[in-house]
Nanobody, 123 residues
Framework: QVQLVESGGGLVQAGGSLRLSCAAS????????MAWFRQAPGKEREFVTA????????DYSDSVKGRFTISRDNAKNTVYLQMNSIEPEDTAVYYC????????????????WGQGTQVTVSS
């Protein structure tokens, strides 16, 4: 089982950049698909992006494609989310998850959710 701690959130101006990190503990990190989700106030939690265990494959939601980049460092047991050209609509709590490629986009595929990290975008 992989335990996850998100960090790097904060207040950023629209058009700016931010990098989120997710530190994982547990021996299965390097074999896990890692994903980022987010939940905006009053909205359902939604998929943002995912990366395969080797990093060779990635998947992005349409709303962040071309602006966000997911990456991972298996030696450091860390996954990153580089957020560029941030928009007010990106304001949300961001969560990382460890799972499978088949279930990467499904909120229901994950049982435990951590505290997440808050990203607030000012216009």
């Amino acid at each position: 089982q992989v335990q996850l701690v998100e960090s790097g959130g904060g207040l950023v101006q629209a058009g700016g950049s931010l990098r989120l990190s997710c530190a994982a503990s547990g021996r299965s990190f390097s074999s896990s698909v890692m994903a980022w989700f987010r939940q905006a106030p009053g909205k359902e939690r939604e998929f943002v992006t995912a990366i395969s265990p080797s990093g060779a494959n990635t998947d992005y939601s349409d709303s962040v494609k071309g602006r966000f980049t997911i990456s991972r460092d298996n030696a450091k047991n860390t996954v990153y989310l580089q957020m560029n050209s941030i928009e007010p609509e990106d304001t949300a709590v961001y969560y990382c998850q460890a799972g499978t490629w088949a279930g990467r986009r499904k909120v229901s595929a994950y049982d435990y959710w951590g505290q997440g990290t808050q990203v607030t975008v000012s216009s």
